[in-house]
């Protein structure tokens, strides 16, 4: 009978109480990873990840917000090489749903296909999986959408989510603050301060952030200066409401 440590080499395999190694050890890697945060706002969606920057690295790239079609954004936390991956995958998932069905994709259907994806990966021997978690979100007929996908292959809808580093902590935070029909530039100000709730760092700096408008359905990338206003602005509700309420 094989030790009771060889149920970790395969993700095959259940141990005798019901567990998948594989996959925790995968849940384990997305929580090392820095913190990334999906927000539903009344007129659309926000992305904002905590990306440090080396001095000579260029500021104005992210590694880890990505645009999968024009009203659809992906933020990860974990391992960000099997992000991309991922990213491709839905991308050409997008474009192909586009080309046979003329018609844009639902939120819902390029999330589920990435966590069928990330399912897969669980199946078969010799393969390990995905060590990140996505956040799916956009603007479709049904209007702002956002998903969360994990290494399992679950998929499951929020209104506001944090996955990464810290995750618990700041989820708490959302809870206390986070209110649906605040508008994106709540929302905006909302995901900086979260960010730097648990973050060596302050300022926007090391803030990443990306929004998809209702009315525009386009994914757009937030400015350094935007950033920075809105990161005064939470400041200036802050001290005038210094219990935390966003109230």
Known sequence: MMASRGYDMTPTMYSPDGR????????????????AIGLQA???IVLAVEEKSRDLQVEDITQKIFEVDDHIGIAAAGYIPDARVLVDNARFFSQSNK????????????AKHL???SHQ????????????ALIVAGVDRRGSRIFVTDPSGTYVPYTAVAIGGNSDEVT????????????????????????????DEKGVKHIRMSRIKTDTKLFEKVSNEELA?????????ERENPDGSSK
């Open 229 to 237: 206003k809105h990161a005064q602005a939470k400041g200036q509700h």
């Open 42 to 44: 009344k007129d659309g």
């Open 172 to 199: 708490d935070y959302l809870e206390k603050n986070y209110k649906k029909e605040m508008s994106m530039d709540d929302a905006m100000s909302l995901a900086i301060a979260a960010i730097n709730l648990k973050s």
């Open 115 to 117: 966590a069928d994806q």
């Open 20 to 35: 998948i190694y594989q996959v925790e050890y995968a849940i384990e890697t997305v929580k090392r990873g820095a913190i």
């Open 99 to 110: 080309l046979t069905y003329d018609e844009t994709v639902d939120v819902e259907t390029v």
């Open 121 to 132: 990966f669980t199946q078969y021997s010799g393969v390990r999986p995905f060590g990140v």
